[in-house]
């Protein structure tokens, strides 16, 4: 049973266009979410988060957008440069500062120049 | 730069053999580090929770005496897959927190491909 799903596997865009990734999660305990980067031979690194208690977190060129009610969320680079180029995962945890992250399977983004 | 280190990056055994995986924390103190697996086409999941100078905390489902974690000093755990089979090939993750950055997010180690032949 997935809690959190990312159901795109894979993403290409344009450089300088929007890149959307999506989330969706089941298990309503979730209050915390995370945005992940993952390039080849790295680990993770944390992008952005968001708590529940938000709609939307804005770091520079990144956004998160959370609609709990649809236990959705979005991650939205833009504009979108070559080296966004990464695997994207969602996790999520029941409480801000969890250890305890449960990941999507991530999705796959392509920037091409 | 990397805050957690892991080695090795990759692994190739036999069937049988034990492996073990370090991860460390660079820069920081890490009373507690978490290991987590990562199948192909898979989520990563968490294995367990290693507790510096006391027994690790393992997820339901995750033999404990398959995988066992050291935990000996605030900078170091080790995950040892004893008598590797191929169904443990995988993808194996450490991580670890920084005490000193309240709330602050999980920062991982580059992972260890694990492949048994």
């Known amino acids: 049973d997935q809690q959190v799903k990312q159901n795109s596997p894979s993403l290409s865009v344009q450089e300088g266009r929007i890149s959307i990734l999506n989330c969706d999660y089941t298990?309503?305990?979730?209050?915390?979410f995370l945005w992940y980067k993952k390039y080849p031979a790295e680990g993770p690194t944390f992008l952005i988060s968001?708590?529940?208690?938000?709609d939307k977190n804005e770091d520079g060129r990144f956004t998160v957008f959370l609609n709990k009610s649809a236990k959705h969320l979005s991650l939205h680079i833009v504009p979108s440069q070559p080296g966004d180029s990464a695997v994207y995962f969602c996790?999520?945890?029941?409480?801000?500062?969890?250890?305890?992250?449960?990941f999507g399977k991530g999705t796959k983004l392509t920037v091409n120049p | 730069g990397a805050v957690v280190s892991q080695h090795p990056s990759r692994v190739i055994c036999k069937s049988g053999t034990s492996v073990k995986i370090e991860c460390r924390s660079l820069?920081?103190?890490?009373?507690?580090m978490f290991w987590y697996r990562q199948f192909p086409k898979q989520s990563l999941m968490l294995m367990a929770t290693?507790?510096?100078?006391?027994?690790?905390?393992?997820e339901q489902g995750v033999e404990k005496d398959k995988f066992l974690i050291n935990h000996a000093s605030l900078t170091l755990s080790t995950l040892t897959v004893t008598s590797a089979h191929p169904e443990d090939s995988s993808f194996y993750i450490c991580?670890?927190?920084?005490?000193?950055?309240?709330?602050?997010?999980?920062?991982f180690g580059s992972g260890t491909q694990l492949s048994v032949l």
């Open positions: 996790a999520a945890s029941a409480k801000v500062g969890s250890e305890k992250l449960v």
């Open positions: 290693s507790n510096e100078g006391s027994k690790a905390t393992y």
């Open positions: 298990n309503s305990m979730f209050d915390y």
């Open positions: 968001i708590s529940s208690i938000k």
């Open positions: 991580s670890a927190r920084d005490p000193r950055r309240f709330n602050e997010k999980l920062f």
């Open positions: 820069d920081f103190q890490a009373t507690t």
